[in-house]
């Protein structure tokens, strides 16, 4: 998995990035510029300590960074990982994630690397990364939006991203879009934006519909355990009218939250990321309009609403890489 460092780097210093999900831990070293030089992954899920976790990561890591020209050469690590507190360096009550609890997760790095560790949730890793890499760099204000399994997101304003008093904010995703709506399984509160504006959601408002309606569908075919945003997808570039109408009230739900969000901060553009985007003018039609018709005058036709420009594969990382950056 490891690529090779360009000639046009040595001496340079470096950074590290790694992104930890549920599931896996993505890791790499990155150069100024956004160059991914050496990248692996290792599982997250499979350990339940998170001491077992760092060691393994240490092994890992150790290997790419001999081959990027040894530890002297980076200047840091950044982290990015669900529920990350950027103000006290600790992951608290993650629940995709198998610690428990508040983790010291930054100190616990940085004892075992001998490195500055940064650490942020995940979306506020990925917002600085479009700003120093992305179809944000250059902006001040803007808000990035990761459209996944759930939907997070980095409010930057003024040039600095907003982190709250506590560094929990920006959970765009867990604001409330329809009272008394959805219920989310993770959270138990009813409505969320997550609840429908993400993968999971889209999966929920196909069931949802399949059962409303007696429209005929090629959905219809898919057994419900099959059914994912994918084949609402696929269903709906072949024409499939209800297929078109879940990302029609998906586009909906979605430019209604967005409004609310230019409103709030004025931002210069809103980037949107993750695997929802791939549907294209699917979504992205419906929540352009839905958006524009949930503005005020004052706010209509000011704000971009961008695809990102950094490649899924990477952009975990260059996220993360970014936070070494910003240290001072």
Same mark, same amino acid.
């Given at each position: 998995?490891?690529?090779?460092?360009?000639?046009?780097?040595?001496?340079?210093?470096?950074?590290?990035?790694?992104?930890?999900?549920?599931?896996?831990?993505?890791?790499?070293?990155?150069?100024?510029?956004?160059?991914?030089?050496?990248?692996?992954?290792?599982?997250?899920?499979?350990?339940?300590?998170?001491?077992?976790?760092?060691?393994?990561?240490?092994?890992?890591?150790?290997?790419?960074?001999?081959?990027?020209?040894?530890?002297?050469?980076?200047?840091?690590?950044?982290?990015?990982?669900?529920?990350?507190?950027?103000?006290?360096?600790?992951?608290?009550?993650?629940?995709?994630?198998?610690?428990?609890?508040?983790?010291?997760?930054?100190?616990?790095?940085?004892?075992?690397?001998?490195?500055?560790?940064?650490?942020?949730?995940?979306?506020?890793?990925?917002?600085?990364?479009?700003?120093?890499?992305?179809?944000?760099?250059?902006?001040?204000?803007?808000?990035?939006?990761?459209?996944?399994?759930?939907?997070?997101?980095?409010?930057?304003?003024?040039?600095?991203?907003?982190?709250?008093?506590?560094?929990?904010?920006?959970?765009?995703?867990?604001?409330?879009?329809?009272?008394?709506?959805?219920?989310?399984?993770?959270?138990?509160?009813?409505? !969320?934006? +997550?609840?429908?504006?993400?993968?999971? %959601?889209? *999966?929920?408002?196909?069931?949802?519909? /399949? &059962?409303?309606?007696? @429209?005929?569908?090629?959905?219809?075919?898919?057994?419900?355990?099959?059914?994912?945003?994918?084949?609402?997808?696929?269903?709906?570039?072949?024409?499939?009218?209800?297929?078109?109408?879940?990302?029609?009230?998906?586009?909906?739900?979605?430019?209604?939250?967005?409004?609310?969000?230019?409103?709030?901060? !004025?931002? +210069?553009?809103?980037?949107?990321?993750? %695997?929802? *985007?791939?549907?294209?003018?699917?979504? /992205? &039609?419906?929540?352009? @309009?839905?958006?524009?018709?949930?503005?005020?005058?004052?706010?209509?036709?000011?704000?971009?609403?961008?695809?990102?420009?950094?490649?899924?594969?990477?952009?975990?990382?260059?996220?993360?890489?970014?936070?070494?950056?910003?240290?001072?």
């Amino acid at each position: 998995m490891a690529k090779a460092a360009s000639k046009s780097n040595v001496g340079q210093a470096l950074a590290i990035g790694i992104d930890i999900g549920g599931t896996g831990t993505k890791f790499g070293i990155v150069d100024r510029d956004g160059n991914v030089l050496f990248s692996g992954e290792i599982s997250t899920k499979k350990h339940s300590d998170v001491n077992t976790f760092i060691d393994e990561l240490h092994d890992a890591l150790s290997e790419l960074i001999d081959k990027a020209g040894g530890i002297g050469r980076m200047k840091g690590m950044g982290v990015g990982a669900p529920n990350g507190n950027y103000y006290t360096g600790t992951i608290e009550y993650a629940p995709n994630l198998p610690w428990k609890g508040i983790i010291p997760l930054a100190k616990m790095i940085e004892h075992k690397f001998k490195l500055p560790v940064t650490l942020t949730n995940d979306a506020n890793a990925a917002a600085i990364g479009e700003m120093m890499y992305g179809a944000a760099k250059g902006m001040r204000d803007f808000i990035m939006i990761t459209l996944g399994t759930g939907v997070g997101s980095g409010i930057v304003a003024n040039g600095k991203l907003i982190y709250g008093h506590d560094g929990f904010a920006g959970e765009l995703g867990h604001t409330i879009v329809i009272p008394d709506g959805r219920i989310h399984k993770g959270t138990g509160k009813k409505g !969320s934006l +997550e609840s429908y504006a993400s993968a999971t %959601g889209v *999966t929920l408002t196909a069931i949802e519909m /399949l &059962k409303k309606s007696k @429209e005929d569908s090629l959905l219809r075919k898919v057994p419900e355990d099959k059914l994912d945003s994918k084949a609402v997808y696929d269903a709906a570039i072949q024409g499939d009218r209800l297929a078109l109408d879940i990302f029609e009230f998906t586009g909906k739900i979605l430019g209604l939250a967005l409004a609310n969000a230019v409103m709030f901060s !004025s931002p +210069e553009a809103i980037v949107l990321f993750g %695997g929802l *985007t791939k549907a294209g003018d699917l979504i /992205l &039609k419906p929540t352009r @309009e839905h958006m524009e018709e949930n503005l005020i005058q004052v706010f209509q036709n000011k704000v971009k609403i961008l695809v990102s420009h950094l490649k899924e594969a990477d952009a975990a990382i260059l996220g993360a890489s970014a936070l070494v950056w910003e240290m001072k």
